[in-house]
């Protein structure tokens, strides 16, 4: 079962930060900023920004293409993700900035 997400009720965006493998359709389409040196699996991810952040999330901590955005993200759901629980119990929600 798929449960649609509504990123709409988030406060902190924690799965923004998350690697964005695009099916190779989306890829095709070329409607999507992609780094191609970024694969995951044989996949082309989304695009960061410098902090980590999707490309896509704006200064209000909001995706700038929400109606179009991948089928990943539609899919996506938080409510069992580990990653998202740890940032929540023991980060306070928010996101460690890495200097690698």
């Known amino acids: 079962m798929i449960h649609i997400a509504n990123c ?17 359709e989306e890829h095709f389409w070329g409607y999507y900023m992609v780094d191609e040196e970024l694969e995951e699996g044989g996949k082309i991810q989304l695009r960061k920004k410098d ?5 896509y ?3 209000h901590r909001l995706c700038s293409i929400y109606a179009h955005r991948p089928s990943i993200c539609r899919e996506y759901t938080c409510d069992d993700d580990e990653r998202i629980k740890y940032m929540e119990q023991y980060l306070d929600g928010e996101i460690p900035i890495l200097y690698i």
């Open 8 to 24: 709409k009720e988030c406060s902190h965006s924690t799965c923004c930060y998350f690697n964005v493998p695009l099916t190779p």
């Open 51 to 55: 902090d980590g952040s999707c490309i």
């Open 57 to 59: 999330l704006n200064q």
